[in-house]
């Protein structure tokens, strides 16, 4: 693929995030055991009862720890399904273990907090690329929601976005490549979506 939306360079996505449900069982013992630095895997949960699109994080010996949140597991879930030849380098950042005691207001919020840094290595850019487009060019918070503080080869999308926002849904047009390249990720997914 020659266009410049759909690059085949390779590249790495990075995120910061906080799991969830990492307070409740059978996930809460196993999470207050991590460390700053350890490895951790992404695995695919596409028969989850609450959630088709849910991405489960465990440490590299299997053990559950949490999940992503919906909105990261949506995006996730589409590039672990339908990319081959990526790499996962996902690591804790932190783990709070209770509520620092000059923040009353932390009392409140319920712990382990886990914080993940997302370190997923691409053959080619060009599935993130579309799946970023495709998912968050519409969203009023695309450059926090794709962290372009951390993933600079999506800028492009931010014109793209931008576009959005000042044209609105009924005058903007997906770039055509974009589309096309969205209905193989969605073949090679089998979902249709």
């Known amino acids: 693929m020659t266009n410049p939306w759909l690059s085949t360079e390779p590249a790495v996505f990075e995120k910061q995030v906080r799991l969830v449900m990492t307070t409740r069982r059978p996930f809460c013992e196993a999470a207050r055991q991590l460390k700053a630095g350890q490895a951790l895997r992404l695995l695919r ?10 991405v489960l994080v465990t440490t590299l010996d299997g053990t559950d720890v949490g999940y992503l949140d919906a909105d990261t597991a949506a995006y996730m879930a589409v590039l672990l399904d339908t990319t081959h030849g990526i790499a996962d ?5 932190k783990v709070i273990l209770q509520a620092p005691d000059h923040d009353p207001g932390a009392r409140r ?31 009023g918070c695309f450059k926090e929601r794709f ?24 005058l ?11 209905a193989i990720l969605t073949r090679l997914r089998g979902d249709g979506r």
């Open 45 to 54: 949960e596409p028969q989850n009862p609450h959630d088709s699109q849910a």
């Open 89 to 93: 380098d996902s690591v804790v950042e």
């Open 109 to 139: 919020l319920r712990y382990p907090r886990v914080f993940v840094r997302l370190r997923i290595r691409l053959r080619q850019r060009w599935p993130m690329v579309v799946i970023a487009a495709m998912l968050g060019v519409k969203s």
């Open 147 to 170: 962290s372009l503080d951390l993933n600079s080869w999506l800028d492009p999308l931010l014109t793209l976005s931008k576009r959005y926002q000042v044209i609105g849904h009924d």
């Open 172 to 182: 903007f047009t997906m770039p055509r490549e974009i589309v096309e390249a969205w």
